[in-house]
């Protein structure tokens, strides 16, 4: 509570900044929808990457919740499902087993690869000899002010902007209310895959979606977003989230419905909106996390969101979407919008309404980066 910036208190506590080398074989591990810690194992990763003349530095990432590769089965996340796949099993016995059974017994052949992932969307494992692959390019998918996403950049003549107003005392919630306990209830494991379309009719929630695409587009390597907004606050949060929306079926088949809840349409992938990335940035650290400074009113800035490493395929007759939002509640604390010493410290009277803008012109086209990989 004394330390609501990143000062020498918490700059001593990231030993992660101790970390530049691979001094020991090592295999991390992480969840794409990890809802405990999903920054920590790709730091770690790339930090030892620094000095790894070896190759003892490894990277694999599946599509689980915090610990699901050590389940007993792993064959889906809430409703979603693997194409059959058994992903906890096939980890610990294909990947796991082998990488203790090389550098502690000395059987079998050293690793080949840098990253493994089980890829989501065509459900395959991946092997990568460097991350993100060098074969990516990146392409970015632009937000207009017509709610419509795509590759090409707005031509001139649209609204400048889309505009809501976000109330902290309406909060968006992260997940479907009411919100049970953390634990020991299971819901809090698979937030970050719960269907978005629980907020996307909010007004404080802004949707871009795509037409259906005409072919695959796979997703390798890190995403992030860069949003030109502006609020008529003095501080603020820009929450992003890109969205695989899953297309509509006039009937159900017995493949679509979570077999533990047969209740039809509502556990279903039928219009499923399955988050892929979301992350949230401060607006009195856009520019330091050291030094915090309030936002000019009304004036537009560029926010880039880094948006995590993923490797997704959104897969044809699907759509892409974006949501854009400035509350995330109670996963992230409510921002005041108003730029106070310390957000830990505010008080009732701190918290008011804001209208916040998202630009998408030629000169501040707002855009999530991806990272594609042809086929």
Same mark, same amino acid.
């Given at each position: 509570?004394?330390?609501? @910036? ?40 790339? *930090?030892?990457?620094?000095?790894? &003349? ?15 590769? =050590? ?13 059959? *796949? ?20 000395? =059987? ?5 690869? %840098? ?21 990516? %390019? ?7 002010? @017509? ?38 209830? /299971? ?13 996307? #009719? ?12 005409? #072919? ?32 509509? %079926? ?24 399955? &988050?892929? +990335? ?12 050291? #030094?915090?400074? /309030? ?42 919008? %108003? ?10 009277? @701190?918290?008011?309404? +804001? ?9 501040? &086209? ?10």
């Amino acid at each position: 509570m004394a330390h609501p @910036d990143y000062d020498e208190f918490w700059k001593k506590e990231a030993w992660i900044n101790q970390l530049h080398s691979s001094t020991v074989p090592n295999l991390n591990v992480a969840g794409f929808w990890d809802q405990e810690d999903p920054w920590g194992p790709w730091q770690i990763f790339r *930090h030892a990457e620094e000095n790894d &003349p070896d190759h003892t530095n490894l990277m694999v990432a599946g599509p689980w919740f915090h610990g699901e590769w =050590q389940t007993s089965v792993g064959d889906r996340i809430g409703v979603v499902p693997f194409g059959g *796949h058994k992903t906890a099993v096939e980890f610990r016995k294909n990947i796991e087993a082998a990488f203790f059974r090389y550098y502690l017994h000395g =059987q079998g052949s050293k690793p080949d690869w %840098k990253v493994t992932t089980f890829q989501t969307g065509s459900n395959t494992w991946h092997a990568y000899s460097s991350w993100p692959p060098k074969e990516l %390019k990146s392409a970015n998918l632009y937000l207009h002010a @017509d709610g419509s996403l795509s590759f090409s950049p707005d031509a001139l003549g649209g609204p400048p902007y889309r505009q809501y107003v976000s109330d902290p005392a309406n909060p968006v919630p992260y997940r479907t209310r009411p919100i049970s306990p953390t634990y020991p209830q /299971p819901e809090w494991r698979t937030w970050e895959v719960a269907d978005q379309r629980f907020v996307d #009719h909010r007004p404080d929630v802004l949707t871009f979606e795509s037409a259906p695409l005409d #072919h695959d587009v796979m997703v390798t390597g890190p995403i992030s977003a860069v949003l030109y907004a502006s609020t008529s606050g003095t501080d603020s949060d820009f929450v992003v989230k890109l969205i695989d929306v899953y297309p509509e %079926k006039g009937q159900l088949s017995a493949d679509d419905i979570a077999p533990a809840k047969p209740s039809g349409y509502a556990d279903s992938l039928n219009g499923y909106e399955l &988050p892929i +990335a979301m992350e949230v940035h401060r607006g009195r650290y856009l520019h330091s996390y050291e #030094h915090p400074e /309030p936002l000019k009113a009304n004036q537009p800035e560029q926010w880039d969101i880094p948006l995590r490493d993923h490797d997704h395929v959104f897969l044809k007759g699907h759509r892409m979407m974006v949501q854009v939002q400035s509350t995330w509640f109670p996963v992230i604390d409510r921002n005041p919008q %108003k730029f106070v010493p310390s957000v830990n410290q505010a008080t009732a009277a @701190d918290f008011v309404p +804001a209208t916040q803008r998202v630009y998408c012109t030629p000169d501040m &086209p707002s855009h999530v980066v991806l990272p594609i990989v042809e086929q």
